[in-house]
Protein backbone atom coordinates (compact mmCIF):
# COMPACT_ATOMS: atom_id res chain seq x y z
CA UNK A 1 0.00 0.00 0.00
CA UNK A 2 1.43 3.20 -0.99
CA UNK A 3 2.51 5.56 2.10
CA UNK A 4 0.98 8.73 3.17
CA UNK A 5 2.82 12.33 2.96
CA UNK A 6 3.39 14.41 6.46
CA UNK A 7 2.27 17.47 6.20
CA UNK A 8 5.49 19.77 6.29
CA UNK A 9 6.01 22.09 9.21
CA UNK A 10 5.95 19.02 11.81
CA UNK A 11 8.14 20.50 15.20
CA UNK A 12 10.01 17.74 17.34
CA UNK A 13 7.82 16.58 20.27
CA UNK A 14 5.07 19.32 19.60
CA UNK A 15 4.29 18.00 16.28
CA UNK A 16 2.09 20.52 14.16
CA UNK A 17 -0.42 21.05 17.44
CA UNK A 18 1.14 24.77 17.84
CA UNK A 19 0.79 25.29 14.40
CA UNK A 20 -3.06 23.87 13.73
CA UNK A 21 -3.48 25.61 17.53
CA UNK A 22 -1.75 29.24 16.22
CA UNK A 23 -3.94 28.95 12.88
CA UNK A 24 -6.52 26.35 12.22
CA UNK A 25 -8.31 27.22 9.86
CA UNK A 26 -5.24 27.82 7.45
CA UNK A 27 -3.78 24.74 8.31
CA UNK A 28 -6.53 22.34 8.53
CA UNK A 29 -8.54 23.67 5.23
CA UNK A 30 -4.94 23.54 2.77
CA UNK A 31 -4.68 19.51 3.89
CA UNK A 32 -6.54 18.86 0.97
CA UNK A 33 -3.79 20.16 -1.47
CA UNK A 34 -1.80 17.06 0.19
CA UNK A 35 -3.48 14.35 -0.55
CA UNK A 36 -6.79 12.34 0.06
CA UNK A 37 -5.24 10.85 3.15
CA UNK A 38 -2.40 12.70 4.71
CA UNK A 39 -0.52 12.39 8.15
CA UNK A 40 0.01 15.10 10.96
CA UNK A 41 1.56 14.78 14.51
CA UNK A 42 -0.60 16.23 17.57
CA UNK A 43 2.35 16.52 19.85
CA UNK A 44 4.59 13.10 19.03
CA UNK A 45 1.12 11.44 18.02
CA UNK A 46 0.82 10.42 14.52
CA UNK A 47 -2.64 10.93 13.36
CA UNK A 48 -4.35 10.22 9.63
CA UNK A 49 -6.64 12.72 8.28
CA UNK A 50 -8.66 11.81 5.44
CA UNK A 51 -9.87 15.31 3.50
CA UNK A 52 -12.39 13.85 1.11
CA UNK A 53 -15.92 13.63 1.49
CA UNK A 54 -16.24 10.11 0.31
CA UNK A 55 -13.43 9.23 2.26
CA UNK A 56 -15.82 11.09 5.43
CA UNK A 57 -18.76 9.33 4.82
CA UNK A 58 -16.60 6.27 4.92
CA UNK A 59 -14.58 6.75 7.95
CA UNK A 60 -17.87 8.04 10.05
CA UNK A 61 -20.05 5.34 8.58
CA UNK A 62 -17.85 2.40 9.65
CA UNK A 63 -17.91 0.51 12.58
CA UNK A 64 -14.41 -0.24 12.82
CA UNK A 65 -13.32 3.07 14.60
CA UNK A 66 -13.64 4.06 18.63
CA UNK A 67 -14.19 7.81 19.80
CA UNK A 68 -9.85 7.76 20.29
CA UNK A 69 -7.86 9.70 22.39
CA UNK A 70 -9.71 12.94 23.01
CA UNK A 71 -12.63 11.43 24.11
CA UNK A 72 -10.36 9.09 26.52
CA UNK A 73 -9.32 12.16 28.35
CA UNK A 74 -12.93 13.81 28.24
CA UNK A 75 -14.24 9.97 30.05
CA UNK A 76 -13.23 11.67 33.65
CA UNK A 77 -16.01 14.78 32.91
CA UNK A 78 -18.35 12.48 30.86
CA UNK A 79 -18.32 9.44 32.44
CA UNK A 80 -19.81 6.98 30.04
CA UNK A 81 -22.73 9.16 28.28
CA UNK A 82 -23.59 9.13 24.40
CA UNK A 83 -20.31 11.23 23.71
CA UNK A 84 -17.85 8.97 25.16
CA UNK A 85 -19.14 5.27 25.36
CA UNK A 86 -18.28 2.76 22.01
CA UNK A 87 -19.25 0.15 20.61
CA UNK A 88 -22.62 -1.97 20.97
CA UNK A 89 -23.16 -0.15 24.33
CA UNK A 90 -23.32 3.39 22.71
CA UNK A 91 -25.78 2.26 19.64
CA UNK A 92 -27.80 0.73 22.79
CA UNK A 93 -27.68 4.52 24.54
CA UNK A 94 -28.29 5.95 21.67
CA UNK A 95 -31.53 3.84 20.95
CA UNK A 96 -32.72 4.80 24.27
CA UNK A 97 -31.55 8.77 24.18
CA UNK A 98 -32.55 9.50 20.34
CA UNK A 99 -36.71 9.68 21.42
CA UNK A 100 -35.65 12.63 23.70
CA UNK A 101 -34.91 14.58 20.76
CA UNK A 102 -37.52 13.57 17.97
CA UNK A 103 -39.16 16.51 16.45
CA UNK A 104 -41.93 16.74 18.72
CA UNK A 105 -40.30 16.43 21.76
CA UNK A 106 -38.34 19.72 20.00
CA UNK A 107 -41.56 21.41 19.58
CA UNK A 108 -42.59 20.61 22.79
CA UNK A 109 -39.08 22.63 24.40
CA UNK A 110 -39.28 25.34 22.04
CA UNK A 111 -42.47 25.76 22.73
CA UNK A 112 -42.16 25.41 26.94
CA UNK A 113 -38.60 26.87 27.29
CA UNK A 114 -36.98 28.67 23.77
CA UNK A 115 -39.48 31.01 22.65
CA UNK A 116 -40.21 32.44 26.20
CA UNK A 117 -36.47 32.67 27.04
CA UNK A 118 -35.52 34.62 24.13
CA UNK A 119 -38.87 36.82 24.46
CA UNK A 120 -37.09 36.91 28.35
CA UNK A 121 -33.58 38.28 26.73
CA UNK A 122 -34.85 40.37 23.97
CA UNK A 123 -36.67 42.43 26.72
CA UNK A 124 -34.04 42.60 29.29
CA UNK A 125 -31.78 45.32 27.35
CA UNK A 126 -32.32 49.12 26.72
CA UNK A 127 -31.48 50.64 23.95
CA UNK A 128 -27.60 51.33 23.35
CA UNK A 129 -26.56 48.86 26.17
CA UNK A 130 -23.31 46.89 25.98
CA UNK A 131 -23.27 43.41 25.65
CA UNK A 132 -19.95 41.04 25.89
CA UNK A 133 -22.24 39.28 22.83
CA UNK A 134 -20.49 36.12 23.31
CA UNK A 135 -20.53 35.90 27.32
CA UNK A 136 -24.60 36.52 27.02
CA UNK A 137 -25.30 33.74 24.19
CA UNK A 138 -23.39 31.48 26.58
CA UNK A 139 -25.58 32.42 29.95
CA UNK A 140 -28.90 32.25 27.37
CA UNK A 141 -27.68 28.64 25.77
CA UNK A 142 -27.04 27.16 29.35
CA UNK A 143 -30.66 28.39 30.53
CA UNK A 144 -32.40 26.93 27.51
CA UNK A 145 -29.97 23.61 28.33
CA UNK A 146 -30.90 23.40 32.00
CA UNK A 147 -34.59 24.24 31.33
CA UNK A 148 -34.74 22.31 28.76
CA UNK A 149 -33.34 18.95 30.92
CA UNK A 150 -35.05 19.56 34.21
CA UNK A 151 -38.54 21.79 33.63
CA UNK A 152 -40.21 23.37 36.45
CA UNK A 153 -38.55 21.01 39.09
CA UNK A 154 -34.84 22.11 38.97
CA UNK A 155 -34.02 25.02 41.77
CA UNK A 156 -32.12 28.49 40.41
CA UNK A 157 -29.30 27.47 43.25
CA UNK A 158 -28.85 24.16 40.61
CA UNK A 159 -29.01 25.99 37.49
CA UNK A 160 -26.84 28.09 38.84
CA UNK A 161 -23.91 25.60 39.87
CA UNK A 162 -24.62 24.30 36.10
CA UNK A 163 -24.15 27.94 34.61
CA UNK A 164 -20.48 28.05 37.15
CA UNK A 165 -19.17 24.66 36.29
CA UNK A 166 -19.68 23.43 33.18
CA UNK A 167 -18.50 26.84 31.21
CA UNK A 168 -15.26 26.10 33.53
CA UNK A 169 -14.71 22.25 32.23
CA UNK A 170 -15.50 23.75 28.85
CA UNK A 171 -12.85 26.25 29.21
CA UNK A 172 -10.25 23.95 29.75
CA UNK A 173 -11.19 20.33 28.34
CA UNK A 174 -9.32 20.17 24.95
CA UNK A 175 -5.87 21.73 26.34
CA UNK A 176 -6.47 18.86 28.58
CA UNK A 177 -6.89 16.22 26.10
CA UNK A 178 -3.66 17.12 24.20
CA UNK A 179 -1.72 17.48 27.28
CA UNK A 180 0.44 14.21 28.76
CA UNK A 181 -1.39 12.52 31.54
CA UNK A 182 0.71 13.41 34.28
CA UNK A 183 -0.09 17.43 33.53
CA UNK A 184 -3.56 16.50 34.79
CA UNK A 185 -2.32 15.82 37.86
CA UNK A 186 -0.13 18.53 38.40
CA UNK A 187 -1.00 21.19 40.86
CA UNK A 188 -1.86 23.64 39.20
CA UNK A 189 -4.77 26.43 39.64
CA UNK A 190 -6.51 25.50 36.04
CA UNK A 191 -6.42 21.61 37.26
CA UNK A 192 -7.92 22.83 40.77
CA UNK A 193 -10.84 24.51 39.05
CA UNK A 194 -11.81 21.70 36.30
CA UNK A 195 -11.69 18.84 39.14
CA UNK A 196 -13.63 20.91 41.50
CA UNK A 197 -16.11 22.04 38.94
CA UNK A 198 -16.75 18.44 37.69
CA UNK A 199 -16.77 17.55 41.46
CA UNK A 200 -19.51 19.63 42.17
CA UNK A 201 -21.61 18.55 39.20
CA UNK A 202 -21.21 15.04 40.71
CA UNK A 203 -22.86 16.36 43.58
CA UNK A 204 -25.34 18.22 42.56
CA UNK A 205 -26.94 16.15 39.60
CA UNK A 206 -27.63 12.63 40.88
CA UNK A 207 -30.17 14.66 43.49
CA UNK A 208 -31.97 15.92 40.87
CA UNK A 209 -32.14 12.25 39.12
CA UNK A 210 -32.98 10.53 42.07
CA UNK A 211 -35.50 12.89 43.23
CA UNK A 212 -37.29 13.16 39.85
CA UNK A 213 -37.23 9.10 39.29
CA UNK A 214 -38.71 9.10 42.85
CA UNK A 215 -41.69 11.30 41.58
CA UNK A 216 -42.14 9.57 38.22
CA UNK A 217 -43.84 12.08 36.48
CA UNK A 218 -43.36 13.25 33.03
CA UNK A 219 -42.63 17.25 32.71
CA UNK A 220 -42.30 16.97 29.01
CA UNK A 221 -38.57 17.17 29.57
CA UNK A 222 -35.02 15.91 28.87
CA UNK A 223 -34.63 14.17 31.86
CA UNK A 224 -38.57 12.46 32.08
CA UNK A 225 -37.54 11.12 28.52
CA UNK A 226 -33.88 9.64 29.79
CA UNK A 227 -36.00 8.32 32.94
CA UNK A 228 -38.81 6.64 30.73
CA UNK A 229 -36.77 4.87 28.31
CA UNK A 230 -36.44 1.34 27.74
CA UNK A 231 -34.14 -0.77 26.10
CA UNK A 232 -35.77 -2.34 23.24
CA UNK A 233 -34.33 -5.90 23.78
CA UNK A 234 -34.31 -6.18 27.59
CA UNK A 235 -37.01 -3.70 28.60
CA UNK A 236 -34.55 -2.16 31.42
CA UNK A 237 -34.55 1.76 32.57
CA UNK A 238 -31.05 3.05 32.55
CA UNK A 239 -29.51 3.41 35.63
CA UNK A 240 -29.13 6.67 37.75
CA UNK A 241 -25.14 6.64 37.29
CA UNK A 242 -25.61 6.33 33.40
CA UNK A 243 -29.04 8.95 33.32
CA UNK A 244 -25.98 11.42 35.07
CA UNK A 245 -23.64 10.70 32.53
CA UNK A 246 -26.10 11.19 29.90
CA UNK A 247 -27.01 14.92 31.57
CA UNK A 248 -23.52 15.56 31.82
CA UNK A 249 -23.01 14.55 28.26
CA UNK A 250 -25.92 16.77 26.71
CA UNK A 251 -25.15 20.17 29.03
CA UNK A 252 -21.63 20.35 27.75
CA UNK A 253 -21.65 19.26 24.18
CA UNK A 254 -24.86 20.64 23.68
CA UNK A 255 -24.45 24.08 25.10
CA UNK A 256 -21.22 25.20 23.78
CA UNK A 257 -21.50 24.67 20.51
CA UNK A 258 -25.08 26.46 20.10
CA UNK A 259 -24.07 29.32 22.24
CA UNK A 260 -20.68 29.80 19.53
CA UNK A 261 -23.16 29.16 16.76
CA UNK A 262 -25.39 32.01 17.74
CA UNK A 263 -22.25 34.17 18.24
CA UNK A 264 -20.90 33.96 15.07
CA UNK A 265 -24.31 34.39 13.61
CA UNK A 266 -24.77 37.74 15.25
CA UNK A 267 -20.85 38.95 14.41
CA UNK A 268 -21.38 37.88 10.82
CA UNK A 269 -24.81 39.81 10.79
CA UNK A 270 -23.77 42.68 11.89
CA UNK A 271 -20.26 42.66 9.69
CA UNK A 272 -22.27 42.37 6.79
CA UNK A 273 -24.73 45.35 5.88
CA UNK A 274 -26.07 43.25 2.81
CA UNK A 275 -26.58 39.81 5.03
CA UNK A 276 -28.24 41.94 7.43
CA UNK A 277 -30.87 44.05 5.58
CA UNK A 278 -32.13 40.73 4.08
CA UNK A 279 -32.30 38.79 7.69
CA UNK A 280 -34.34 41.62 8.82
CA UNK A 281 -36.66 42.05 6.43
CA UNK A 282 -37.07 38.41 6.55
CA UNK A 283 -38.23 38.70 10.40
CA UNK A 284 -40.23 41.87 9.72
CA UNK A 285 -41.89 40.07 7.18
CA UNK A 286 -42.68 36.53 9.36
CA UNK A 287 -42.58 38.00 12.66
CA UNK A 288 -43.36 41.26 12.47
CA UNK A 289 -42.88 42.31 16.54
CA UNK A 290 -44.08 39.16 17.86
CA UNK A 291 -41.05 36.23 19.09
CA UNK A 292 -40.66 33.21 16.76
CA UNK A 293 -42.33 29.81 17.70
CA UNK A 294 -41.32 26.77 16.41
CA UNK A 295 -43.76 26.72 13.71
CA UNK A 296 -41.91 30.00 12.02
CA UNK A 297 -38.38 28.33 11.85
CA UNK A 298 -39.34 26.71 8.71
CA UNK A 299 -40.62 29.87 7.10
CA UNK A 300 -37.54 31.75 8.65
CA UNK A 301 -35.94 30.61 5.08
CA UNK A 302 -33.00 32.64 5.00
CA UNK A 303 -32.44 32.94 8.37
CA UNK A 304 -31.92 29.04 8.03
CA UNK A 305 -29.62 29.97 5.25
CA UNK A 306 -27.02 32.69 7.28
CA UNK A 307 -26.82 29.53 10.02
CA UNK A 308 -26.10 27.11 7.61
CA UNK A 309 -22.80 29.44 6.08
CA UNK A 310 -21.92 29.93 9.89
CA UNK A 311 -21.96 26.21 11.10
CA UNK A 312 -19.98 26.17 7.54
CA UNK A 313 -17.33 28.41 8.08
CA UNK A 314 -16.91 28.34 12.05
CA UNK A 315 -17.90 24.52 12.95
CA UNK A 316 -16.39 22.01 15.63
CA UNK A 317 -12.56 21.55 15.00
CA UNK A 318 -12.05 17.63 14.08
CA UNK A 319 -13.70 14.64 14.72
CA UNK A 320 -11.30 11.82 15.79
CA UNK A 321 -11.63 8.22 15.88
CA UNK A 322 -9.58 5.38 16.67
CA UNK A 323 -9.16 1.83 14.57
CA UNK A 324 -10.34 -1.12 16.62
CA UNK A 325 -8.59 -3.82 13.94
CA UNK A 326 -6.14 -3.07 10.61
CA UNK A 327 -8.70 -1.20 8.18
CA UNK A 328 -7.98 -0.03 5.17
CA UNK A 329 -9.56 3.39 3.60
CA UNK A 330 -8.09 5.52 0.83
CA UNK A 331 -5.58 2.73 -0.04
CA UNK A 332 -3.69 3.19 3.47
CA UNK A 333 -3.56 0.84 6.08
CA UNK A 334 -4.68 2.16 9.67
CA UNK A 335 -3.70 -0.02 11.75
CA UNK A 336 -5.05 -1.35 14.97
CA UNK A 337 -4.77 1.77 17.83
CA UNK A 338 -4.18 4.26 15.28
CA UNK A 339 -5.95 7.65 15.74
CA UNK A 340 -7.68 8.76 12.39
CA UNK A 341 -9.47 11.76 12.18
CA UNK A 342 -11.51 14.39 9.52
CA UNK A 343 -11.85 17.76 10.10
CA UNK A 344 -14.85 19.85 9.06
CA UNK A 345 -12.46 22.84 8.24
CA UNK A 346 -11.01 20.50 5.46
CA UNK A 347 -13.97 19.58 3.53
CA UNK A 348 -16.25 22.86 4.28
CA UNK A 349 -12.91 25.15 3.33
CA UNK A 350 -12.64 23.04 -0.46
CA UNK A 351 -13.16 25.41 -3.24
CA UNK A 352 -14.19 22.00 -5.19
CA UNK A 353 -17.53 22.16 -3.36
CA UNK A 354 -17.49 25.62 -2.21
CA UNK A 355 -16.29 28.55 -4.33
CA UNK A 356 -14.42 31.35 -2.72
CA UNK A 357 -14.55 28.97 0.44
CA UNK A 358 -13.58 31.97 2.31
CA UNK A 359 -16.10 34.46 1.79
CA UNK A 360 -19.27 34.35 3.41
CA UNK A 361 -22.33 33.69 0.99
CA UNK A 362 -25.54 32.51 2.57
CA UNK A 363 -27.03 31.94 -1.14
CA UNK A 364 -24.59 28.65 -1.71
CA UNK A 365 -27.49 27.05 0.10
CA UNK A 366 -30.31 28.08 -1.79
CA UNK A 367 -32.25 24.46 -2.42
CA UNK A 368 -31.10 23.95 -5.92
CA UNK A 369 -27.03 25.08 -5.25
CA UNK A 370 -26.91 22.71 -2.19
CA UNK A 371 -28.38 20.02 -4.11
CA UNK A 372 -25.34 19.83 -6.11
CA UNK A 373 -23.22 19.38 -3.28
CA UNK A 374 -21.61 15.89 -2.57
CA UNK A 375 -22.52 13.72 0.18
CA UNK A 376 -20.13 14.54 3.26
CA UNK A 377 -18.77 17.78 1.99
CA UNK A 378 -20.84 19.22 4.78
CA UNK A 379 -20.84 17.73 7.75
CA UNK A 380 -20.90 20.00 11.25
CA UNK A 381 -23.33 17.90 13.05
CA UNK A 382 -21.24 14.54 12.05
CA UNK A 383 -22.31 11.68 10.09
CA UNK A 384 -22.93 8.22 10.49
CA UNK A 385 -23.60 5.90 13.50
CA UNK A 386 -22.27 9.29 15.97
CA UNK A 387 -24.17 11.56 14.29
CA UNK A 388 -25.43 14.49 16.85
CA UNK A 389 -28.77 13.78 18.06
CA UNK A 390 -29.02 17.43 18.89
CA UNK A 391 -29.24 18.93 15.32
CA UNK A 392 -32.58 19.89 14.90
CA UNK A 393 -33.18 21.09 18.69
CA UNK A 394 -29.92 23.29 17.70
CA UNK A 395 -31.14 24.85 14.71
CA UNK A 396 -34.16 25.53 16.38
CA UNK A 397 -32.80 27.51 19.46
CA UNK A 398 -30.00 29.43 17.22
CA UNK A 399 -33.02 30.45 15.00
CA UNK A 400 -35.83 31.11 17.39
CA UNK A 401 -33.65 33.09 19.56
CA UNK A 402 -31.39 35.27 16.64
CA UNK A 403 -34.78 35.93 14.90
CA UNK A 404 -36.69 37.21 18.21
CA UNK A 405 -33.60 39.13 19.55
CA UNK A 406 -34.01 41.02 15.98
CA UNK A 407 -37.30 41.80 16.10
CA UNK A 408 -36.45 44.46 18.55
CA UNK A 409 -32.56 44.56 18.20
CA UNK A 410 -29.83 45.39 15.53
CA UNK A 411 -26.34 44.20 17.50
CA UNK A 412 -23.89 46.48 16.23
CA UNK A 413 -20.09 45.69 16.38
CA UNK A 414 -18.12 47.74 18.82
CA UNK A 415 -15.66 50.09 16.60
CA UNK A 416 -11.86 49.12 16.59
CA UNK A 417 -12.42 45.72 18.25
CA UNK A 418 -10.56 42.50 16.44
CA UNK A 419 -12.71 39.50 16.64
CA UNK A 420 -10.75 36.33 15.51
CA UNK A 421 -11.64 32.41 15.93
CA UNK A 422 -9.68 30.34 18.88
CA UNK A 423 -9.22 27.00 19.40
CA UNK A 424 -11.28 26.35 22.57
CA UNK A 425 -13.69 23.21 22.87
CA UNK A 426 -14.81 24.72 19.61
CA UNK A 427 -13.81 27.51 17.29
CA UNK A 428 -14.78 30.04 19.39
CA UNK A 429 -14.80 34.43 18.80
CA UNK A 430 -11.77 35.56 21.14
CA UNK A 431 -14.15 38.13 22.32
CA UNK A 432 -17.61 39.54 20.75
CA UNK A 433 -18.56 43.26 22.02
CA UNK A 434 -21.50 44.65 20.69
CA UNK A 435 -24.21 47.44 21.16
CA UNK A 436 -28.19 46.98 21.29
CA UNK A 437 -29.58 49.34 19.26
CA UNK A 438 -33.08 49.86 19.16
CA UNK A 439 -34.23 48.63 15.53
CA UNK A 440 -36.96 51.59 15.49
CA UNK A 441 -34.50 54.14 15.97
CA UNK A 442 -32.11 52.49 13.35
CA UNK A 443 -35.47 52.08 10.45
C1 LIG B 1 -24.65 24.05 16.62
C2 LIG B 1 -24.73 23.15 17.58
C3 LIG B 1 -24.10 21.77 17.53
C4 LIG B 1 -23.07 21.30 16.77
C5 LIG B 1 -22.26 22.05 15.71
C6 LIG B 1 -22.87 19.91 17.15
C7 LIG B 1 -21.92 19.07 16.57
C8 LIG B 1 -21.76 17.73 16.90
C9 LIG B 1 -20.87 16.82 16.20
C10 LIG B 1 -19.94 17.20 15.06
C11 LIG B 1 -21.00 15.60 16.78
C12 LIG B 1 -20.30 14.30 16.35
C13 LIG B 1 -19.03 14.06 17.10
C14 LIG B 1 -18.25 12.88 16.51
O1 LIG B 1 -18.67 12.26 15.54
O2 LIG B 1 -17.16 12.61 17.06
C15 LIG B 1 -21.95 15.73 17.86
C16 LIG B 1 -22.30 14.73 18.71
C17 LIG B 1 -23.13 14.90 19.79
N1 LIG B 1 -23.92 16.01 20.05
FE1 LIG B 1 -23.95 17.75 19.02
N2 LIG B 1 -23.75 19.58 18.12
C18 LIG B 1 -24.54 20.67 18.39
C19 LIG B 1 -25.59 20.75 19.29
C20 LIG B 1 -25.95 19.75 20.15
C21 LIG B 1 -27.04 19.84 21.09
C22 LIG B 1 -27.98 21.03 21.26
C23 LIG B 1 -27.03 18.66 21.81
C24 LIG B 1 -27.91 18.21 22.92
C25 LIG B 1 -28.72 18.97 23.62
C26 LIG B 1 -25.94 17.84 21.28
C27 LIG B 1 -25.59 16.60 21.76
C28 LIG B 1 -24.65 15.77 21.19
C29 LIG B 1 -24.31 14.43 21.71
C30 LIG B 1 -24.90 13.78 22.95
C31 LIG B 1 -23.34 13.90 20.83
C32 LIG B 1 -22.64 12.54 20.93
C33 LIG B 1 -23.29 11.52 20.03
C34 LIG B 1 -22.50 10.22 19.91
O3 LIG B 1 -21.27 10.25 19.96
O4 LIG B 1 -23.12 9.14 19.75
N3 LIG B 1 -25.32 18.54 20.28
N4 LIG B 1 -22.41 17.04 17.89
Not at 251 to 270: C, R, S
Request: proline residues 7%; charged residues 25%.
Amino acid sequence: MPSVTTVPGRWPLIGHTVTMLRNPVEFLSSLSTRGDVVKVFLGPLPVHLVTTPELALKLLASDKFDKGIVFDKMRPLFGNGLATSNGAFNQRQRRMVLPAFHRTRVAAYAEAVITSLATELRDSWHDGRRLRFDAVMQDFVMTVAGRTLFSAELGPEVLAEIKRSVPIMLERVLVRAFSPSFVEKLPLRANREFDEAAARLRAIIPEVVVGARKEGADHGDLLSALLAARDADTGEAMTDEQVHDEVVTILTTGAETTAVALAWFFHEVGTRPAVRQRFHDEVDAVLGDRPATFGDVAKLEYTGRVINEVLRRTPPIILMRRAREDVEIGGVLVKKGSEIAVSQHTLHRDPRWFPDPDGFDPDRWEPSKAADLPKGAFIPFGAGSRFCPGHLLAHTEIAIAAATIATRWDLVPVAGQRVHAQVKATMQPNQLPMTAQSRKRSA
